[in-house]
């Protein structure tokens, strides 16, 4: 009974669809049934705005006390420890991705709820001299307003806490809207924000199709914020419409990676992480270390055995424990990632490793084998656009000059590793890289405390640190005259 499933959660409750649709969501392992869930329609999108609305200009949560804000977060981040397993098991399901990645996600997500649950009363606002003993003049940070907050399928609770987190912290309402193919986490932390007592109207969660459900939160006059994570034409367009409504808005959106390897660099690490940086998560991370430029003296040998490794990863679904990496997330991703490599291969680079489906016992699931692609020109499509899948290319350098010209060498500047024992090298290196997060000598880490964004085509703004919580303020200047007094611009006259 379809019409009975209601997974839309709006204005504290959960309804279905105002049209009755639904959707059903698989596994892109095998393509079994993961579930049946509603699908919004605009009329339901409309709802949740102004049920957002309303508790905004209610202050139902902008007039509870930071503090409390803060040990709410953290009374989530304790729950969602304790529900660990099953939010796991249903990101592992929608996504694919193995069990272990979806439980490290889940760590990361608890990390997140915790350090903004910390720092969500530290915002220390400013006393501004106005140069006046009568005057008090002070900076405050108010709440943004309704936030709407739009996310992929690839981290899809990941980067949906990295949005929920901060803007529940500076006191905010929010429609979420997770991606189509992978709605379950988001429907899981909404039970988690209702059943610790979030006044209802300020998480609302709408699920289905970007055009229908996602346009709204960058166009609907009564939004005052979209923070979106995706891709760069969608990232365009919700940029666009929240420019007609000239509403505030932070894009994150995709990478060409950079992970430069110099000669003296630990050789094994750098292999290692190499392997790591492009193909972790089958490379469906938006900071994949996808593009490999090493010194040539080395890269003859390093390449080859960064094939013969490439060759031996294991694929597999969710619960496998022998697979090292899954599935891509849909039949769709998966031809587009075949046109990318095979675009790559008739411009000219030679395929290494992988350049193929998962072979006969993935016949169910969407795989695509870790691919390398060598002798790669700076023009060549599978060097200059994102591909978004298990795909390394390399290019070689020289000088030191040379690979920072090469690293630089994309509309995009996400994510980037340089490897060097050099720490001068490293140095110059990474502050010559135009993107938004450098490693030296390693790949992937990143901090809840340290910003995350990207420089160029990435985005505009930045998650997580004290940033990420900025960006869901508006600063208000309070001017106070303790000694009111007539101004005299218009006498009174007669
Ligand atoms: P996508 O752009 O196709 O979709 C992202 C979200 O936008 C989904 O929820 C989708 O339904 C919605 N959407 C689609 N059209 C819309 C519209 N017109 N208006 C509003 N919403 C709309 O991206 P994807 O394929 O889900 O994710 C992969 C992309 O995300 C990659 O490019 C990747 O690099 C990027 N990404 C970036 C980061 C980062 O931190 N910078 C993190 C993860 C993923």
Redesign the pocket.
């Known amino acids: 009974m379809t019409d009975t499933i209601a997974t839309l959660f709006i204005d504290g409750k959960w309804v279905p669809s105002s049209s009755g649709e639904t959707r059903t969501v698989i596994c892109p392992a095998d393509q079994s049934e993961v579930g049946v869930v509603s699908e919004a329609t605009a009329e339901d999108v409309e709802r949740a705005i102004l049920a957002a609305r309303r508790s905004v200009d209610a202050r139902v949560w902008a007039d509870v006390r930071a503090s409390e804000r803060g040990d709410f977060l953290l009374r989530v981040a304790d729950a969602l420890q304790e529900r660990k397993d099953e939010f796991a098991r249903a990101e592992a399901l929608d996504t694919g991705k193995r069990l272990v990645e979806a439980e490290g996600d889940m760590d990361d997500i608890t990390a997140c709820f915790r350090y903004f649950g910390k720092i969500a009363d530290q915002h220390p606002g400013r006393l501004v001299d106005a140069g006046d003993a009568s005057v008090i003049s002070r900076i405050v940070h108010e709440p943004i307003g309704v936030c709407g907050l ?6 899809p609770l990941l ?1 949906a806490s990295w949005k929920i987190a901060p803007a529940l912290a500076a006191g905010n309402s929010f429609i979420l ?4 193919l992978t709605p379950h986490t988001s429907m899981l932390i909404m039970e988690v924000l209702d059943a610790l007592g979030l006044p209802a109207g300020v998480a609302n969660l709408v699920l289905g ?3 229908v459900v ?2 709204p ?2 166009s609907h006059p009564e939004i005052d914020m979209v923070s ?8 365009r ?2 940029g666009e419409s929240a420019a007609q409504g000239i509403k505030n808005v932070a894009l ?4 060409k990676n950079p992970n430069v390897i110099f000669a003296d660099a630990d050789y094994e690490a750098a292999l290692d992480n190499a392997l790591n940086a492009g193909f972790l998560d089958s490379g469906l991370v ?1 900071s994949a270390g996808t593009r490999l430029i090493v010194q040539d003296t080395i890269a003859e040998r390093f390449v080859d055995e960064l094939v013969a490794r490439a060759e031996g990863i294991v694929m597999g679904g969710p619960f496998d424990e022998a697979a090292e990496t899954g599935p891509l997330i849909s039949k769709e991703h998966r031809d587009k990632v075949a046109d990318y490599v095979q675009r790559g291969i008739e411009a000219g680079a030679r395929l290494r490793s992988g350049g193929h489906w998962g072979g006969p016992e993935h016949e169910q699931g969407f795989f695509y084998a870790p691919t390398v692609l060598d002798r790669c020109t700076a023009d060549n499509p599978a060097v200059v656009e ?1 591909g ?1 899948g298990p795909v390394i290319t390399v290019e070689t350098f020289s000088t030191e000059e040379e690979a920072i010209a090469i690293a630089n060498d994309t509309e995009y500047g ?1 994510a980037g590793a340089v490897w060097t024992a050099n720490s001068g090298v490293a140095n110059r290196v990474s502050r010559r890289l135009r993107h938004g997060t450098i490693w030296i000598n390693d790949y992937h880490p990143y901090l809840p405390q340290a910003e ?1 964004g ?1 420089f160029k085509k ?2 505009v703004g930045r998650e997580l640190g004290p940033t990420g919580l900025e960006e869901y303020t508006a600063a208000k200047h309070i001017y106070e005259n303790t000694e009111p007094a007539v101004s005299g611009w218009f006498p009174r006259k007669g």
Do not use: H, M, R, Y
Request: aromatic fraction near 12%; glycine fraction near 24%.
């Open positions: 739009i996310t992929p399928w690839n981290f980067q809207k997770p991606a189509e199709d970007g055009g996602g346009a939160l960058s979106f994570t995706g891709g760069l034409v969608t990232g367009k919700i994150e959106l995709g990478g938006c994102e978004f996400l995350w990207g990435s985005g």
